[in-house]
């Protein structure tokens, strides 16, 4: 690693222009720092560096005529050594105009400490103020849009420059802030090494630490080669392509860490295009714009920014090799979910005790022959004469999509619930977590099933079971009686709006219930349990006002006994529970079946409230 001495010239011009003058006079700038301020990869031509700080040197030497001007700077110091080695050379020289810059070499270190290099800048900086010289720093901006090996250092970047900012503040140094410019990220800007400015932007580094001290032409001198000329009136808008939501669905998939996962799972072969890219396109346009695949390539991916982005050309996104990219993805499917799982719960701190199961349906145009699962059943999509497939999906109280299975088209949903709940668990783990779904998976074998092998669960009631039992519920709105025998011996209590939404075409009054699944034998006085914040926040209300829900027991049936299918009354048009009745301690909202969150904390054990009295 060479050390370059003390270089210490003086530029003249035999003439000054008029009005060529900056607005301070400077008589010796010094330069201290590692290989950034040395001026490496931008070479002078004779074997040497050229580099920001020369180029500095003589923009300030043009501009007013003469300069003094040494460069210190050593490669591979880190903050320390500079201040250690360098700094009390450049104090002697007495500089009016010193730059500081150092940081860079400390972020690939083990054991990186910005406040210790803010430290060590900021007592540079206060060195040279205090000797009357103008000190320049700047800021390094984030090198992970050049070099993907750089995204672990980005935090530590944002840490180094916020401690910069703060030094320069504290010290009275000029700052001039390259890091919160997207154009300091340009790869144009930089070396093959992607951690070196190349000649062009070390010249730009130097043009902007010009214009922090006014040197006449700096700004002009920045846009130098760049600037054209043009006919309004003879511009056109050729092939515009859209670019702010394919660029942000990239920067989701990268974010929730898929482009690692599938170039992993999907290794890179033969292929003109990686399978692992074909993957993030369908996703993609899903997201943007969902569509066949067809659309996708003769259509949507040309009118998109995102050959510029992944770089693949749009002739080679073909509907053909978009097919073939979903025969590669699907083997795959169960370590995505996983990954997914993994990775959700870590980016929002989603939790899975709430999981909802429905099933539903697609169909297809022909005879899907070389499908075995195509057969015709019910059709939701109200095409009895297509073959179709069944979907099950399972979401989190927030709707985030946990994991799905296809089924055949004449399956049907109650004879699904025992095999779901098996693969999920075996899939993410046991847990006593809530299952809720809706009537269609009501059976007494479910029941049974799920009350033997001690599952907690929330079920719609059949329209005939409600029917049979309404005089049950509507008595059971009495504060004296609020719990009632259900079918299939389950304990159910009635939770109503206290005020009812209006009548439906049978006359019948807008109401929920919900219950236990315990027999009444093991059922426990409602008036000692403790009351849900759902009803606080208005979503829920129990009919007798001052009673309070349970939680110290598990949840059952959830039946409506409206006939209007799972529809929930308007939450703002309810009145809100007194707020003595209802803690808010232990809830979440939730964005699926509003009533959903208020259920939760009747599962909690630990937050019983009253006092404990036998049944």
């Known amino acids: 690693m060479g050390v370059r001495g003390v270089r210490l010239r003086q530029r003249r011009r035999t003439r000054q222009p008029q009005g060529r003058l900056t607005t301070r006079r400077f008589e010796r700038y010094v330069a201290i720092g590692d290989s950034t301020t040395e001026g490496l990869d931008d070479p002078d031509g004779r074997g040497g560096y050229r580099g920001w700080a020369n180029r500095l040197a003589e923009r300030v030497a043009a501009a007013q005529g003469s300069l003094l001007y040494a460069n210190l700077a050593i490669r591979g110091r880190v903050a320390r050594q500079v201040r250690e080695e360098q700094l009390e050379r450049a104090a002697a020289m007495r500089p009016d105009l010193a730059t500081v810059v150092a940081g860079m070499n400390d972020l690939v270190r083990p054991g990186f400490d910005a406040f210790a290099v803010g430290e060590d800048v900021e007592r540079m900086q ?6 009357g010289a103008k000190v320049l720093t700047f800021t390094l901006p984030d090198l992970a849009p050049v070099m993907p090996m750089a995204r672990p250092l980005a935090g530590r970047t944002q840490a180094l420059n916020q401690a910069l900012r703060a030094a320069s503040r504290r010290s009275g140094a000029t700052l001039v802030d390259l890091g919160a410019h997207p154009f300091a990220s340009d790869p144009r800007l930089w070396s093959h090494d992607r951690f070196h400015a190349n000649a062009l932007g070390h010249e730009r580094i130097a043009a902007a630490l010009a214009h922090a001290i006014a040197v006449p032409g ?7 080669g760049e600037t054209i000329q043009v006919r309004l009136d003879q511009i056109r808008l050729e092939r515009p ?4 939501d394919v660029w942000l669905s990239w920067t989701l998939w990268r974010a929730l860490g898929l482009d690692g996962l599938c170039a992993e799972l999907m290794p890179a072969g033969r292929e003109e295009v990686p399978w692992s890219l074909m993957a993030s396109i369908l996703v993609m346009a899903r997201l943007c714009e969902p569509s066949s695949e067809l659309h996708i390539a003769e259509d949507w991916y040309r009118g998109t920014a995102l050959d510029d982005l992944l770089g693949i050309p749009s002739e080679r996104v073909n509907e053909d090799r978009l097919y073939r990219g979903l025969d590669r993805l699907l083997p795959h499917k169960q370590a995505i979910e996983t990954h997914l799982q993994k990775r959700l719960g870590e980016l929002f701190a989603l939790e899975y005790d709430l999981l909802l199961y429905d099933v539903t349906s697609t169909y ?15 059709s939701r999509d109200h095409r009895p ?13 927030e709707g985030i999509p946990l994991s799905y299975e296809v089924f055949d088209g004449n399956r049907v949903d109650v004879t699904t619930v025992e095999e779901i709940v098996g693969t999920m668990e075996a899939r993410f783990g046991l847990a006593q ?20 092998t001690g599952r907690r669960y929330v079920l719609g009631a059949a329209r005939t079971e409600v029917k049979r039992w309404e005089k049950a519920f509507a008595d059971s709105r009495k504060p004296a009686a609020p719990w009632i025998a259900a079918p299939w011996n389950v304990r159910s209590v009635v939770c ?3 005020t009812p939404g209006p009548p439906d075409a049978t006359g019948q009054l807008d109401r929920r219930h919900c ?26 209300r129990p009919p007798h006002q001052h009673q309070r829900l349970g939680r110290g027991r598990s949840l059952a049936d959830l039946r409506p006994t409206h006939r209007r299918r799972g529809r929930l009354p308007n939450p703002q048009e309810r009145p809100l529970h007194p707020t003595h009745l209802a803690p808010e301690e232990g809830t979440r909202p939730g964005s699926h079946l509003r009533l959903l969150p208020g259920l939760r904390p009747v599962e909690d054990p630990r937050a019983v409230a009253g006092p404990s009295r036998p049944w």
């Not at 297809?364 to 019910?378: K, M, P, V």
């Not at 004469?385 to 109280?397: G, S």
């Open 126 to 131: 206060r060195t040279l103020v205090a000797g």
């Open 218 to 224: 700096a700004e002009e001198a920045a846009s130098a």
């Open 241 to 244: 392509r859209g670019f702010g």
């Open 364 to 378: 297809f145009e022909g005879l899907a022959a070389g499908n075995s699962q195509a057969q015709r059943g019910h």
């Open 385 to 397: 004469d297509c073959k179709q497939v069944c979907i099950a999906l399972v979401v989190t109280r």
């Open 433 to 452: 977590r809530v299952w809720v779904m809706d009537r269609g998976m009501t059976s007494r074998k479910n029941i049974d099933w799920l009350q033997r």
């Open 496 to 498: 109503s709006n206290e």
């Open 515 to 540: 219950g236990p699944r315990e027999s009444p034998t093991r059922m426990e006085d409602p008036s000692r349990l403790g009351g849900t914040s759902a009803a606080h926040r208005g979503r829920l």
